[in-house]
Structures are given as C-alpha cells and as structure tokens.
C-alpha cells in the first residue's frame, strides 16, 4: 500500500527528464521487453542502478542464469531521472551520528565502502567506454546561513580526522570569487572524491553490460504477484511467470506491494524533485559569477542541490511534495521556479525547460539496507540510499551479488548496512509522518 498517487507508480508514462531526451538509446537486444514463462537461477525485481549491477556481476562474475524483471523500460525509476550527483554518503545521519551510533572503526569501514563505489562508477565507465559525461571535481557543501559556515568547518575536521578525507573549507568571499555568489552562499566545504553524471547513461551503460554479459533484462515486466511454491518463487507478470531459486528485490523508493512486508512496510519513499532550465548565456552566468561545473548541495534540511549541466543548462533540484498528485507536482514545479530565481536572482529570465520527479528512500536506520530476509534467506534486497544512490547503488548490487554468489557474507559488511530495515511502527501513517517531518524541517530552515 502507498499513499502517494497512482501516477507516480505509471510505468508505461516517461518521467519527462532531460535524460531522456538526450541519452544514447539502448542497442537492440538489451532489453528483452515483456518476459515469458521461464524458469532461472536468480531473478531481480528493479531494473535500476542496484538490479542492473546485480544482473551484470551475477552473470559475469558467478556464471548464474539471471533474469531481470523491470516493471517500466529499463532505469526508469530513480537511476534514470536522478541529479547525477556521484557522491558519498548515502546515509541521513550526520558524520557526528554515524561514530557515535556504530563507533568509529565500523563507521570508517562504511565510508570507504562508500568512496571505493564513487571509484567504482568512474571505472566502470572507463573500463566499458560509456561516456556517462563525468563534471566537475568533488561536491561544494554550501552553507545557506552563516550560521551553519561553523557547522561545516566542524565536519571538515572530523572528516579528515576520522575519515582521511580532506575536505577544503572556503569562506562566502573566496567561494565567490571562485565557485559562484548568491544570496544563500555564506562559505563551504568542498568534499574531495564527487562529482557530476549524466543519470541514464550510467543505467544504460550498466544495462549494456550486464546483457553482454549474459543476464537477460527484461522492461515491461511488473511483478503483480509472488508466491512460493516449495522452495521455488513464482513471479507473475502480465506477459509469462518467473520460476527462480532465489529473488533480489532491487525496487528502493518504488518498493510497494507483492514485495516481502519487512521491506515495503519499513521503507519511506520520498518525493525529490528538479527542474533544468534553458542553456544559460555567457552574461547570465557572469550575473551570479558562476564559474564551476562541480556539484553543489546547500545546508538546509530539505536542501537543494543544483549544478550546472556540460551545455550550460541549470539543474535544480529539491526535497517535497508529501502526496504525488498532477495538482501538488505543478505546485512544487512553480515553488523551485521561484525559489531558483530567488536564490539566483540574475536568472530570472532563464525559463524552465524540464521538471520532473521521484521517489528516493528512506527509513528509520537512516542507512542503507543490504542482506537477506530472516523469514526467508532466498529472498536477498539491497536498498534505503536515502537520496545519494548514484554510487551506493550500484555498489551494493555488487555487493548483492556477492552475498547470492557465496563469496560475500552478511556478518562482512560494515555494521552499518547490515540486514534488513528497521521496523516503522504503525506503517500506515507513514505519509501523516513524513508530513510532519517536512513541516518540522520547513520550519527549521526558515
Ligand atoms: C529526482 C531524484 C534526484 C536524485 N538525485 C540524486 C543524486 O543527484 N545523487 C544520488 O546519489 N542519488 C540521487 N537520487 C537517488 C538515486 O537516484 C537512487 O538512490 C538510485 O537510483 C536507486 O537505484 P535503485 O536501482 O535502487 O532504484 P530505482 O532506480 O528507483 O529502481 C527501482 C526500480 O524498481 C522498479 N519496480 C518497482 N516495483 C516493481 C515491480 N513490482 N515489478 C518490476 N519492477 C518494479 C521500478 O519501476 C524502478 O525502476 C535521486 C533520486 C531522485 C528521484
């Protein structure tokens, strides 16, 4: 059960990303389309960056006969429509929370986890020649109140304390010298590691792979029933039934029924959403002394994330939107049209080219979840990126893949993405919840 509307579920409508409209299309033969009757080794619910990295290293790296179930074309949930930003770490806990909840040792294990998956993409795109349209260098944390310019400079020194990771800290003047101003710019943090991707041409890419290497990706496929029948699992899709020994469910914020309850009870899909706006001219850049293509992402709880794209188009993205309707969706488009030209008054001219949205993750652990499940060790899910799954994802399908091939064990991973999601008490109130945690962050903000 959701409770967001229907239409964010409508696999056969486009997202209406720019992605769409300027990703290579897939070669013919990747996507198999509607899947028949068959039966296979391993099947996987979600065709995005983790169902899509799962598929290629259980065929590549373990030889399985794997099959990949994808209710709408291949990355058209988040992997497809996301910001690209390609950066650590996914995870809704502040470095701070992270040591004291799980100690410094397992805490340090997960975030080089996390720094190996940002290596992880960049490689993989080298190594297969997809140019997934790498930008820029690492990811400026902005503080949008002078307030918070302390707060960073904090994090910066536990980040190279603790973590090894230097972070530079730049005050408001010599970020507006050498990054950009706005009138939410008061100083950053610039974390070393990140940077900017184009979203569908890493699914793709991804998807390419993993066919050639001998899974068989099929888009058009929801899963509408699952049932058991001994140890076998029978999937049920509109065109044919899956019988496979073991499930991956790869479904993240799209995560709903028939998938297992101790998944879809305990996650929290979240609205985040971008508008792009027509390439920007040369003067209209000089207004904001724009002079960057790294990503950037500013302090606010519900915080906006923004960068500027290889054609000079703007991409700014927010958190919001508690129910999904068409109404809410043009609401929140005509908020970050305003809050854009708020924030960057010297583009106020610059219309809105594209808007769209989606769902990313969350739940109460505030990490991701990987592992299988206690009533059932056939049914393995990796999921709960909480908003930055362009290298967490495809990492843990890798790791997925590992933990169904045997040469990975779930008492291995880092503490922090251990099993499965902790228990939301009382699920059905989940959207009276995540509303409350807006207005509450909305008012923090202000
Ligand atoms: C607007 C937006 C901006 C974002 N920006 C960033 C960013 O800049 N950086 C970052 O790191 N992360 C970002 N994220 C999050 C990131 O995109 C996700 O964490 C990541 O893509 C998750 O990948 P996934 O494969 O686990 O899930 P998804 O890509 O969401 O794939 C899940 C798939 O499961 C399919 N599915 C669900 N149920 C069924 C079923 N019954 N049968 C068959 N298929 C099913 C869905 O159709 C969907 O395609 C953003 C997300 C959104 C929505």
Not at 30 to 48: M, W
Not at 74 to 93: E, I, K, V
Not at 141 to 160: M, T, Y
Request: overall charge neutral; hydrophobic content about 40%; aromatic content about 10%.
């Amino acid at each position: 059960m959701s409770w967001y509307h229907a239409g964010m579920y409508d696999a056969a409508r486009p997202a209406g990303s720019l992605w769409e409209d300027t990703a290579p299309p897939l070669a013919p033969g990747v996507d198999l389309g509607p899947a028949g009757d068959t039966d296979c080794d391993v099947a996987i619910i979600g065709g995005g960056y983790t169902g899509l990295s799962a598929a290629l290293h259980l065929a590549r790296d373990f030889s399985l006969d794997v099959r990949l179930l994808e209710a709408g074309p291949l990355g058209w949930g988040a992997s497809g429509r996301n910001g690209g930003f390609c950066t650590l770490p996914p995870m809704a806990l502040s470095f701070a929370e992270l040591i004291s909840r799980y100690g410094e040792g397992e805490a340090r294990r997960f975030i080089d986890t996390q720094r190996e998956a940002i290596s992880f993409v960049r490689s993989f795109a080298e190594t297969e020649a997809i140019d997934i349209e790498p930008q820029g260098e690492g990811e400026l944390h902005v503080a949008h109140a002078p307030s918070r310019f302390a707060e960073l400079e904090k994090e910066g020194d536990l980040l190279s304390r603790v973590f090894g990771i230097e972070a530079e800290l730049f005050r408001r003047e010599e970020v507006a010298e050498r990054f950009y101003d706005s009138r939410e710019q008061f100083g950053a943090l610039l974390m070393p590691l990140s940077f900017g991707l184009h979203p569908l041409r890493l699914a793709r890419g991804l998807a390419t792979v993993a066919a050639r290497s001998g899974a068989r990706l099929h888009g058009s496929s929801p899963v509408t029933r699952w049932e058991k029948e001994g140890r076998r699992h029978r999937l049920v899709t509109p065109s044919g039934t899956i019988r496979a020994s073991r499930v991956l469910v790869a479904t993240n914020g799209f995560t709903r029924a028939p998938m297992p309850e101790a998944l879809s009870s305990r996650v929290l899909p979240v609205m985040s959403n971008i508008v792009v706006t027509r390439p920007l001219t040369e003067s209209e850049l000089a207004a904001q002394n724009w002079r960057t293509e790294t990503p950037c992402a500013n302090t606010r709880n519900l915080l906006f994330y923004y960068r500027l794209l290889p054609d000079r188009r703007f991409l700014f993205g927010a958190r919001g939107d508690t129910t999904g309707t068409p109404e809410d969706g043009v609401r929140m488009r005509r908020f970050m049209e305003r809050r854009l030209r708020e924030v960057f008054p010297g583009w106020a001219d610059a219309e809105i080219t594209h808007s769209w949205r989606g769902f990313v993750c969350m739940g109460l652990r505030r990490t991701p979840s990987v592992g299988t499940l206690a009533a059932d060790p056939s049914v393995s899910f990796a999921l709960g990126y909480h908003g930055n799954g362009v290298a967490a994802a495809p990492w843990a399908g890798r790791l997925a893949a590992q933990l169904i091939g045997g040469t990975a064990k779930i008492g291995d991973f880092p503490a922090p993405v251990r099993g499965e999601p902790a228990v939301i008490p009382f699920p059905s109130l989940r959207g009276w919840y995540l509303r409350a945690a807006l207005g509450y962050y909305w008012l923090m903000d202000r």
